[in-house]
């Protein structure tokens, strides 16, 4: 599995990037082939097509960005990348240190542009 250096690396992959979907978004637009709600920004038109995005995962002790490759009905973690803790910390009380997987917003999406685009 990458890490954030890694991906720091491909550009190309970093352009494809989705970086507005939520994750419920990704489930439904690949489930559902881009119908009912999740199809209101893009629309999948068959099992080729693939989406790329981040999840905040609380699971473990310390929260973690994956980024997934969605294809259909497949989902692959291909990075894995750890929160800063200046931001992990104020995240995990925003979810009221709840275990789940959230999307990328705020400050850890701030900051996670800033070293894949801007450095």
């Not at 979907?21 to 489930?31: D, K, M, Q, S, Y």
Request: proline fraction near 3%; hydrophobic fraction near 35%; charge should be negative.
């Amino acid at each position: 599995m990458m890490n954030l250096q890694d991906l720091k690396n491909d550009l190309n992959l970093i352009n494809s990037i989705n970086w507005d979907i939520l994750p419920e978004e990704a489930v439904g637009l690949h489930l559902e082939w881009g119908a009912g709600w999740a199809a209101h920004n893009y629309r999948v038109s068959g099992s080729k097509d693939t989406t790329y995005h981040f999840v905040i995962n609380t699971w473990e002790e310390t929260p973690v960005i994956y980024l997934y490759k969605r294809k259909s009905f497949d989902t692959e973690e291909i990075v894995t990348i750890q929160i800063p803790r200046n931001l992990s910390k104020p995240f995990l009380e925003s979810v009221g240190y709840n275990k789940g997987n959230y999307s990328i917003e705020g400050d850890i999406k701030r900051w996670l542009k800033n070293e894949l685009i801007e450095n």
